[in-house]
């Protein structure tokens, strides 16, 4: 799969930044801003503040990953463009919109600003129903797809490194984050796992990295209960130990036997319902939201706790 997104190369090629001209302003410009919103760098070889602000609009436009393009425009090249523009000093940049120009400024603003001229664009653009997804966008999502399905098969391996790469092109992306946390915590390295989650902004919530916390959670507490085989022996011996059948589903859980941790806990209610202050339901649903929603072992196990409380 190709992500090569971070390049200025590749985001030239995709025409997200380009040298125009006043011949081919009507495809790069009004027409381009039809599906996005174009940014129009007027600029000049011998102009100070241009080679400040250039470089800052390449940044920003290559950071927004296709949202919005830049269309960079030699004034001494395309004297008569500029002027119709009414361009009276250099750097001066428009904002397009729709076939339009909608904003603009003059002058070499810091990188803070630019950022969010550009933003207000998009969120211009996002209002009148300019564009869809970029092409970036669209290959990140068909990546975390395909990362996901993988994870899924147990296909470890293919899962981190789609993750991974998703990341180095989208480091914000936190479903691609949780992703490479998951895989770590799967393959025996939660310590890896709690430090790639601990990079998580502390200001969100994320339902995935939620879910990983408390299948952590619950195999560091597995750890402390001792060996399944002894536990299956006092049940042997006594099939109403409901702490020892407590403990043995929670081994089992840390062993990644999760149907079989769920029929633990289920058997424990169907002797004893009220055992622990409902503690087995309690804890059945804990690894639920460890398991997430869609997992066999979930959709199984509220089966299996259905049938019994209705029953």
Request: negative net charge; hydrophobic residues 45%; contains cysteine.
């Amino acid at each position: 799969m190709d992500l090569n997104l971070n390049t200025q190369q590749a985001q030239t090629q995709d025409g997200l930044i380009v040298d125009s001209s006043t011949a081919r302003f009507q495809a790069d410009v009004l027409e381009a801003s039809m599906q996005r919103p174009v940014l129009v760098d007027f600029w000049a070889p011998w102009c100070g503040p241009c080679k400040q602000l250039t470089p800052a609009l390449e940044k920003i436009v290559t950071a927004l990953g296709g949202k919005v393009a830049l269309v960079k425009i030699n004034v001494d090249e395309n004297q008569a463009l500029a002027g119709q523009m009414g361009v009276q000093s250099i750097p001066a940049v428009f904002g397009f919109v729709g076939g339009r120009p909608v904003d603009g400024f003059m002058g070499a603003l810091p990188e803070s600003e630019v950022a969010r001229f550009a933003q207000k664009l998009i969120d211009m653009a996002a209002k009148a129903g300019v564009g869809g997804p970029s092409e970036a966008e669209s290959q990140i999502t068909a990546a975390m797809e395909a990362a996901q399905a993988a994870l899924e098969a147990e296909d470890l391996e293919r899962a981190y490194q789609i993750f991974a790469t998703v990341l180095r092109h989208a480091p914000d992306n936190l479903d691609a984050l949780v992703g490479v946390a998951t895989v770590q915590f799967r393959t025996g390295d939660r310590d890896g796992a709690l430090q790639t989650l601990a990079m998580l902004p502390e200001d969100q919530n994320h339902a995935g990295a939620d879910a990983l916390q408390k299948a952590i959670a619950l195999e560091q507490e597995a750890e402390k209960l001792g060996d399944a085989t002894q536990l299956e022996q006092a049940l042997a011996s006594n099939p109403d130990d409901h702490r020892a059948r407590f403990d043995l589903a929670m081994i089992l859980n840390a062993k990644g036997d999760r149907l079989g941790a769920a029929q633990a806990l289920v058997a424990i209610m169907e002797r004893n319902r009220e055992w622990e202050d409902d503690g087995a339901r309690k804890k059945l649903l804990e690894f639920f939201e460890a398991w997430g929603p869609k997992d066999a072992a979930t959709l199984r196990g509220r089966r299996m706790l259905s049938s019994l409380l209705f029953r």
